[in-house]
């Protein structure tokens, strides 16, 4: 059975907190999460796990994401020697899209319009739960960033198999209509 991996993290600290986008290296991963077709289930990992989060993403066949390449793989290889890039098979939706369409959408504007839901916070919430999580040791602000975060990889799931479904996608054109782009997942 093929094993495709759906995947996302949050980071500790952002951009601006490390010096700057060329550095997400140093933002370190609060939380990840993956969706495993073959398990048929989710797995959270927090920062101590981040080893087993690498392994299952190498041994995937498939990894799909939305921005995971440059963004998620950049935090993840604060962590590691190897260059998860090359070394994994990958579709980034955000990517895929943004070659077809030359411009970039957000995950929210495809899921709103494609599966009439959104995310359920954003990365600046994520940061924020961490922070409080640092500050008073209480594992609640963990679980939120957790539960946040397997939404987005269980929103990327969704669009990925409507994308397989349907030979397309459909997104907001930011002028109050609908748009679709042709995708061959």
Known sequence: MTDIVYFDLETMRSADDVGGWNRKQDMGMSIGVTYSTKEGKYRIFGESEVNQLIDQLLNADLVVGYNHVSFDYAVLEGYTILDLGSQTRNLDLMVDVEQTLGKRLKLE??????????????????LKWYAEYRRSGDSQF???????????????KCVHE????????????RNG???????KW
Do not use: P
């Not at 963990?142 to 990327?156: P, S």
């Not at 409507?162 to 054109?173: A, E, S, T, V």
């Not at 209509?177 to 995708?183: F, L, N, P, T």
């Open 142 to 156: 963990l679980m939120k960033i957790a539960e946040y975060c397997a939404f987005d990889v269980k929103v990327t």
């Open 109 to 126: 504007s495809i899921a709103g319009a494609s599966l009439g839901m959104g995310k359920s916070a954003d990365g600046l919430q994520a």
């Open 162 to 173: 409507y994308g397989q479904q349907n030979g397309k996608i459909l997104f907001d054109d």
């Open 177 to 183: 209509g609908i748009a679709e782009v042709e995708v």
